[in-house]
Nanobody, 127 residues
Framework: QVQLVESGGGLVQAGNSLRLSCAASGGTFSMYAMAWFRQAPGKEREFVAAISRRGTDTSYGDSVKGRFTISRDNAKNTVYLQMSSLKAEDTAVYYC????????????????????WGKGTLVTVSS
């Protein structure tokens, strides 16, 4: 059983940056492909970014491409989401998720594939 705990959310002005962290425990972190999803009020959960087990491959949703960067530190069992040039439409609860994966290069993009989820951290971007 893997536990995921997100941190780093908060209130930020549009145009600024914020870094989210997700600390994992209870499993072999390097065996999991990791992803971030977000859900804004009244909207469906949306794919944000994903990273392969070794961190060599990444994937991004169209709405954040070029502004957000996902990374991981397997020695610290942590995945990060660096968010830059934030917009009001980035306001959402951000969730970290994990999928056990034998493929070194796989980057998950669908919420249905994820096995473990954190409880989320709220990011509010004021315009």
């Amino acid at each position: 059983q893997v536990q995921l705990v997100e941190s780093g959310g908060g209130l930020v002005q549009a145009g600024n940056s914020l870094r989210l962290s997700c600390a994992a425990s209870g499993g072999t972190f390097s065996m999991y492909a990791m992803a971030w999803f977000r859900q804004a009020p009244g909207k469906e959960r949306e794919f944000v970014a994903a990273i392969s087990r070794r961190g060599t491959d990444t994937s991004y949703g169209d709405s954040v491409k070029g502004r957000f960067t996902i990374s991981r530190d397997n020695a610290k069992n942590t995945v990060y989401l660096q968010m830059s040039s934030l917009k009001a439409e980035d306001t959402a609860v951000y969730y970290c998720a994990a999928e056990y994966q034998y493929n070194y290069y796989y980057t998950p993009r669908t919420s249905g594939a994820m096995e473990y989820w954190g409880k989320g951290t709220l990011v509010t971007v004021s315009s």
